[in-house]
């Protein structure tokens, strides 16, 4: 009877445990001016707005502390549209080259 009690509980909390899974990714809560000091492969959640279209997948990404370049492809938009006076939130990883940085775009939304 032990055993079966014993086996019941270990997989009520198999069960509990998988439902709370990782879903993507996700960073800390940032200014551009903070991101723009951040390390290479930094996860960060930027709040602003996309000011310009660069070309191709780079936008400008603007909020009160200052703007970054980010690169948004075109899977990543999924139907969401956002004009320049439209506050988003982005969550993206930094992408440090030798002279440039930008927040490669993982998820977009309100």
Not at 44 to 54: A, D
Request: net charge neutral; proline share 2%; hydrophobic share 40%.
């Amino acid at each position: 009877m032990k055993k079966i009690v014993l086996t019941v509980l270990f997989c009520m909390v198999l069960a509990a445990t998988a439902m709370a899974q990782y879903t993507g990714p996700s960073g800390a809560k940032a200014t551009v001016k903070e991101a723009l000091d951040m390390a290479d492969d930094t996860y960060v959640t930027l709040t602003g707005k996309i000011t310009k279209h660069i070309g191709g997948n780079k936008y400008s990404f603007t909020d009160e502390t200052g703007t970054i370049e980010v690169e948004i492809k075109n899977r990543m938009w999924n139907g969401f549209t956002a004009g320049p006076d439209d506050t988003v939130v982005i969550v993206g990883k930094i992408d440090k080259d030798f002279f440039d940085r930008e927040v490669e775009v993982k998820s977009i939304g309100r």
